[in-house]
């Protein structure tokens, strides 16, 4: 079984997603396009050319590119709607022997579907070159007021097209999905404002928890379907032809190209005033008359911008209302508003919706492509793919264990996606150390001592060795129920050592919430902690080097030598006693170089001697080579007391 | 050897006895032997399936990492485009504004710098004058009638159209020839 894709069948645009690892994912067309127009042309060399392709073409060929079929699709010829788009369009619309709305075409008469059909077409042949596999079902969606004829020819432009609707939605209820409204407890009511490009529908619905299933029903719809984004951009285009005339005495409107120019720049400026309280609008060369060539360079405010369009977003405000008042509802009673289409990006349109219902409406969906990321939501519940995404859970907080300087070294970083196993070498802290501490923790602070204690075990027996040697392999195994098993393992004798700790020993959601606000809060302290922690193990190391090699040294190295290296160390740990950072930076110096002329002397000894290099001259702070998971393996702490 | 607890031959024996109990709870043996086959199908299945869609993501994932690469500065080059329409302008004027010879020369040699430069990052300039009009590389601005070019063919261009690596970001804006009405 293949996967059952989402396309939300737009009036002017059209865009096709699918689920993708439990996400919503909207395709790109081969244009490299995430929506594609709704224009269909038949050209005169028998081709049919769906989208972008069409719209270009639209100026040679009127009469047999058709747009905006979603009009017409359903409908009966004298069907008031499709009397008033005869007008408008230059397509030739007929009757059907059967008294549908059809089209002719190049003589051809074609019923909506067929056309509509065409884009369905591109639409699967878009999710097919992304999937790599054939798409034959879909969930496709239709608005709020779409009656019984219209849903079925849509359901039939789609077998057409050789997709198997598996069910029609409503578009306020896609988007609604689309915003995991129904993942909510109980029920709700939602209000759906969709301002798209070229119309606006507003939608009450009413979402229902019914046996632990959640149910949609639309209670009212309304809206006006005559204004969009493109109204808005002719108000910036009038206002900028306006002004360029006054100060050229040159109607942009009558030159195509400039027109055309100016109708781009509109929409950007549109768009940057969103984000931006002011922009320029920069076309040099737009026309040229006897005097020479024309520039329009004019700055616009969003203050100045708002007072344009002030009238078209108060245009919306009555619809919302009438709506409430067919669904015999309140303000009070909207449990949840979200904003559907492009334009709903302005402030001011934001402002004025919340204001209207006394909340902030949900924007966080694109809103181009929320419907049609809802109908991909309702194809994967369809397709049975989305229970098989709730299997998998992720671990809240990170696990680890505890290190030397009572620090957390992480092994399970937070929110990785269980079952999952990992492994890391360790080492020992001390020479001759014969056992190790797993001190299991889960948590995000740096301190051992401020994360959760999950439990804890020995590994005992270890061959004694110099410090850093040993091998101690320690697995993390989080299996998809939870329950981690924590196992250590000395490489060199192959004795192992493990623990089992259930999920339940963990802590509660408020508990896990509390523990990140807390790292987050205390992520600077945390910092400084381990810069001295990892201070202080280096200092450590070089002391104990240093000593060691002194003692292997023996008399090879002169009386000032031992002085001034014992002298070096006792500062050192006096300064380690202290805490002053830069104390030990300062003392780690001098010691260093005390014991270095000694290393020299060492160094030159064996190179004469060709002999084997000595063991732990290094300080031990590196691994000893061979596993790969010894990257940085560091230092544990022993109890040498508890046996158990 | 020691007694075997499938031993058929002596009736009487404890062996058969713990076999007559092994017949009733033979029955649900079986039944959960089939339930535990059945669900082992079924995550063999899901784990196939798990494996599958991974693979089909990662071929996604590199597939998006290599379109990343090929068309990250698409948006950057789509608001550069103007400016060479510009400077193209500014050329234009220049040649035939009196004693604006050096300048025009200086915007001209700008002009191709850009132009060279934008070519080197995969940029293509479509200029199709004269060419038969091709919906999926041009734009139509208008129809006009013109005896003298071939019918459908692009009679003016109005606004270069640019290709990025193969794939259209700006469509050239063109007039097109329409033979005259008989």
Redesign the interface.
């Known amino acids: 079984m293949g996967k059952i894709i989402g396309i939300d069948l737009g009036t002017t645009n059209s865009c096709v997603a699918v689920m993708?690892?439990g996400e919503p994912r909207v395709i790109e067309n081969s244009?490299?396009d995430r929506t594609t127009p709704s224009v269909i042309?038949y050209t005169e060399d028998g081709e049919i050319?769906v989208g972008?392709?069409?719209?270009?073409?639209?100026?040679?060929n009127p009469t047999n590119t058709l747009f905006a079929v979603k009009r017409l699709i359903g409908r009966k010829f004298k069907d008031d709607v499709v009397q008033k788009d005869i007008k408008m369009v230059l397509y030739k619309i007929s009757e059907a022997a059967n008294g549908d709305a059809w089209i002719e075409v190049k003589g051809e008469k074609l019923a909506p579907p067929q056309v509509s059909a065409e884009t369905l077409k591109k639409m699967k042949k878009t999710a097919e070159e992304?999937?790599?596999e054939e798409v034959t079902e879909a969930v496709i969606t239709v608005p709020a007021y779409f009656n019984d004829s219209q849903r079925q020819a849509t359901k039939d432009a789609g077998k057409i097209a050789g997709l198997d609707v598996k069910r029609i939605i409503n578009e306020p209820t896609a988007a609604a999905l689309a915003y995991g409204l129904d993942k909510k407890r109980g029920d709700a009511k939602v209000a759906v404002y969709d301002l798209g490009g070229g119309t606006f529908d507003v939608s009450i619905i009413e979402i229902a928890e019914v046996d632990g299933e959640h149910q949609f029903e639309v209670l009212s719809t309304n809206g006006d379907t005559f204004l969009g984004g493109e109204d808005f951009d002719l108000r910036i285009i009038d206002y900028l032809a306006d002004e360029f005339k006054k100060d050229n005495s040159v109607d942009l409107h009558s030159d195509?190209?400039a027109l055309?120019r100016l109708k781009e720049a509109a929409e950007k400026a549109k768009i940057e005033l969103s984000n931006s309280s002011q922009t320029e609008i920069n076309l040099?060369?737009i026309t040229?008359d006897q005097t020479?060539?024309k520039h329009l360079v004019l700055k616009l405010t969003r203050a100045k911008l708002e007072s344009l369009v002030e009238d078209l977003v108060q245009r919306t405000i009555s619809p919302i209302q009438t709506a409430l008042d067919d669904a015999s509802l309140t303000i009070s009673d909207i449990d949840d508003v979200i904003l559907v289409g492009g334009q709903t990006r302005m402030p001011l349109v934001q402002e004025k919706v919340k204001s209207f219902f006394g909340k902030d409406a949900r924007r966080d969906v694109n809103p181009d492509e929320a419907v049609a990321i809802g109908a991909a939501i309702q194809a994967a519940v369809l397709a049975g793919d989305v229970t098989?995404v709730l299997l998998l859970d992720v671990t809240p907080l990170s696990l680890g264990i505890e290190t030397l300087g009572s620090v957390m070294s992480v092994l399970i970083e937070k929110n990785t996606t269980i079952p999952t196993k990992k492994t890391q070498t360790f080492s020992t802290a001390d020479d001759n150390q014969t056992a190790v501490t797993i001190h299991v923790l889960q948590g995000e602070r740096k301190q051992a001592g401020q994360n959760k204690s999950l439990g804890q075990f020995n590994l005992e027996d270890i061959p004694p060795a110099p410090r850093g040697m040993p091998q101690i392999e320690v697995a993390f195994d989080l299996d998809a129920n939870g329950i981690l098993n924590v196992s250590a393992k000395d490489k060199a004798t192959g004795k192992e050592q493990s623990i089992v700790i259930k999920a339940s020993s963990g802590l509660s959601d408020e508990e896990i919430e509390q523990m990140i606000r807390d790292a987050e809060a205390h992520s600077e302290e945390d910092k400084k902690f381990e810069e001295m922690v990892g201070l202080r193990n280096q200092a450590d190391s070089l002391v104990h080097g240093a000593r060691k090699a002194l003692e292997e040294a023996g008399d090879k190295a002169s009386a000032e030598e031992k002085e001034a290296i014992e002298n070096a160390a006792k500062e050192l740990e006096e300064a380690l006693k202290s805490g002053d950072k830069e104390g030990i930076e300062a003392k780690m110096q001098t010691l260093s170089q005390a014991s270095a002329g000694l290393a020299q002397k060492m160094y030159e000894a064996e190179a004469a001697e060709a002999g084997p290099g000595p063991g732990a001259q290094d300080g031990g702070q590196n691994a000893s080579g061979g596993s790969d998971d010894a990257v940085d393996a560091e230092f544990e702490e022993v109890k040498d007391e508890d046996k158990k | 050897m020691a007694q075997d607890q499938n031993n058929h031959d002596n009736p009487d024996t404890p062996a058969d006895q713990a076999e007559a109990g092994t017949q009733d709870t033979g029955e649900a043996t079986a039944e959960a032997e089939q339930a535990g086959a059945a669900e082992i199908a079924e995550l063999k299945d899901q784990v196939l399936r798990s494996l599958a869609e991974m693979e089909n993501v990662k071929r996604r994932a590199s597939r998006d990492i290599e379109n990343a690469h090929k068309f990250a500065v698409e948006k950057l080059l789509s608001d550069l485009f103007p400016v060479v329409d510009s400077l193209e302008k500014a050329v234009e004027t220049a040649e035939q504004t009196e004693g604006a010879q050096p300048i025009a020369e200086g915007v001209a040699l700008s002009l191709k710098l850009f132009v060279d430069t934008l070519a080197k990052s995969g940029v293509e300039q479509i200029d199709p004058l004269g060419e038969p009009f091709d919906p999926q590389v041009h734009e139509a601005m208008t129809m006009v009638p013109n005896p003298a070019a071939e019918p459908n063919s692009v009679m003016d261009v109005m606004q270069k159209g640019y290709l990025l690596n193969g794939r259209l970001v700006r469509a050239a804006k063109v007039i097109v020839a329409k033979a005259p009405d008989a």
Do not use: C, F, M, S
């Not at chain 1, 972008?52 to 040679?60: F, G, Y």
């Open positions: 993708e690892g244009e490299g042309a050319l972008q392709n069409a719209k270009r073409q639209a100026v040679t992304y999937l790599g195509p190209l055309q040099p060369y040229a020479g060539p098989d």
